[in-house]
């Protein structure tokens, strides 16, 4: 099948990314999917108005995806704002797009119920989404649960598209991974960069450790039996250790072997574990910008092809020349 998705470049990776999202791309990959990911920079456009922030969080972005294991033979990597038929494509369902279905959207809701002032651009995100799906016609797009709602409008727009001027798109389904719970940040609540409770997948080994250290935990003194299904450490770890580690730590807890401390220091020792050989490759490729440009060139190009052909269809189906 083929598969899209967006990534916005803002802010470090975590270990909440990686697990919500990234595995499962890895996933899509190994199992054969023809995979379409990008990174959606003119949205990005919509908060972030610091140019070499832009910059730099692309690049992390794309890098990070690399080190990560995203092989570029495999998966298409690019930047939106490298395909220019989707500005254009945008504004096409903008002229079919009901005013009362943006009003709607929790995108636009949520940043004027928190009093940001709202541009245009934020209240256009969700029809900007459904072109740079719809361009590239695929059958389903993994997103995290808070994007459903702008996948179901691009399936709006696209029915209604159909609709007017004929049979043109499938309906892509969002893929909501649901086996996938919430990764707990060091607060227990869910990791997210806005609650600043993150563990981050590439800081220097020193804010890493800091991280983990910090993992909010109850006061019971080491020597006491603790209950690893309260414990924020414990939640962590088990997205990392093998079964037979994961087993052999519940004892641990409950006979009273370890305390919080030594938790944390089994936690750390198997983030190393699990990412040093990506962050290694991180900090290399994040010394190589031209590596990583190449590799969202060379998607770029890939993913415009296929754009090319959409648009084509679409101007000639809405009546302008092709
Ligand atoms: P943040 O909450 O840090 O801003 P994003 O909203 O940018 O993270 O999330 C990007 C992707 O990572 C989404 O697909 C989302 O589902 C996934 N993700 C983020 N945080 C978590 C978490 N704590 N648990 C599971 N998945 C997460
Ligand atoms: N809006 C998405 C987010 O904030 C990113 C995104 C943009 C996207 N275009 C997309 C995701 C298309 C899936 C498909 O996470």
Redesign the pocket.
Known sequence: MRILSG??P??NL?L??Y???IAQFLEKQNAGDELFIFIADWHALTTVKNPADLRRSVLEVAAAYLALGLNPEKVTLYKQSDIKEIPEFTWILNCIAPMGLLERAHSFKDKKAKGFEASVGLFDYPVLMAADILIVKPGGVP?????KQHVEIARDLADKFNHLYGETFELPDPIIPTE?A????VDGE?????YKN?IDLFGSDAELKKQVMGIVTSSTPKGEPLDYAKCNVFAIYKLLGSETEIHALKEKYRNGEVGYGDAKKMLLEKIHEKFDAAREKFAQLMQNPKEVEAVLTKGALKARKIAEVTLAEVRKKVGLSS
């Open positions: 990534i916005q803002s802010g975590h909440g990314n697990f919500g999202a997103v995290g649960k808070d994007q996938v919430t990764i707990p940040g869910k990791m997210s960069k806005s993150t």
